[in-house]
């Protein structure tokens, strides 16, 4: 079905900060580290159930202004819109076990840092890498449209780490050249976790070409936005594509099977609202998460 760009606009989402990423802590006399539980992918699981089922210490009488808050903060490049994503006990590349937190923001830089300190040498983060590669983030400006509360397009979806913790995946929107000369793209990365660097022959430009109700059956990055988190499963990850909140044109939203070694991977086109996303987990429409 295809989106005629009616009147709805963007909503502003919240994110997580502009300019730094908050650190928060229950202050009841146990280790940082003590019953942590992997966030691998958004809202914990392929569900997206948001359930810990774990927890055994945080209650409305001890989640409270006086025993939890923010612990510090670490500065980053850009607005985050992803949810950060956390994995414990992490033999990083300087040769030393760390829980750590993975972020990425709109300016297509992704980092780890240590997600229970600034003291000494983890005050900077582990790694940080930008998957800009020459080019830029997508500058919103280009589409004539306001009130989406970003200044570019970059990493907008949440990535995922494997289960085995050593491979985050993750996609960027990515512009090279200006005007009619314009080349917009988005490509996979996937990232060692311990270093930063590219794996996998990396990076992945996403393609796609399908039948689709209109006719219009060639996935074009101009008029998509990649805003649901990716998915992970039986070693396939699920990438999903909206429009890009502008509103401004007919589209399609898109969904896409890459596996990550493999130099192209399969889009089907279908129907598209920013206001809802297609849960990848269990093939139904949820609200935009």
């Known amino acids: 079905m295809n989106h005629d760009g009616g009147t ?11 300019l730094a990423v908050m650190f928060f802590v229950l202050s009841l006399g146990f280790s940082l580290a003590w019953g942590q539980n992997d966030v691998l992918t958004q809202h914990n699981d392929n569900t997206r159930s948001g359930l810990n089922a774990n927890e055994t210490l945080l209650t409305p009488a001890n989640v409270n202004v006086n025993s939890f808050g923010k612990l510090f903060t670490q500065t980053v490049d850009g607005i ?13 590349n300087d040769g030393l076990v760390h829980n750590v937190v993975y972020v990425a923001t709109q300016n297509n830089t992704v980092y780890a840092f240590d997600a229970d300190s600034t003291q000494g040498n983890n005050a900077a983060p582990l790694w940080s890498v930008s998957l800009n590669g020459g080019a830029t983030p997508d500058p919103i400006a280009d589409y004539g449209c306001t009130g989406t509360a970003y200044t570019e397009i970059g990493i907008m979806g949440t990535p995922v780490i494997d289960p085995g913790k050593a491979t985050l995946y993750v996609v960027a929107k990515t512009v090279t050249g200006t005007g009619t000369s314009a080349v917009r793209s988005f490509s996979l990365h996937a990232l060692d976790i311990t270093t930063g660097n590219e794996l996998l022959g990396g990076p992945v430009i996403i393609t796609g070409t399908a039948a689709s109700s209109n006719g219009s ?25 909206g429009g890009n909140g502008c509103d401004e044109y007919a589209y399609n939203g898109w969904l896409c099977l890459q596996l990550p070694n493999a130099a192209t991977g399969s889009c089907v ?5 920013w206001e809802k996303r297609f849960d990848l987990a269990r093939r139904k429409w949820a609200g935009c998460g």
Do not use: E, K
Request: hydrophobic share 35%.
């Open 8 to 18: 709805s606009r963007m909503p502003r989402p919240q994110p997580l900060s502009t």
């Open 80 to 92: 985050i819109v992803g949810q950060p994503l956390y994995a414990s006990q992490v033999l990083m």
């Open 217 to 241: 059956g060639t996935f074009n990055p101009v008029y998509q936005m990649q805003r649901p988190a990716l998915l992970l499963q039986n070693g396939v990850v699920y990438i999903g594509f």
């Open 269 to 273: 086109p279908g129907h598209s609202r």
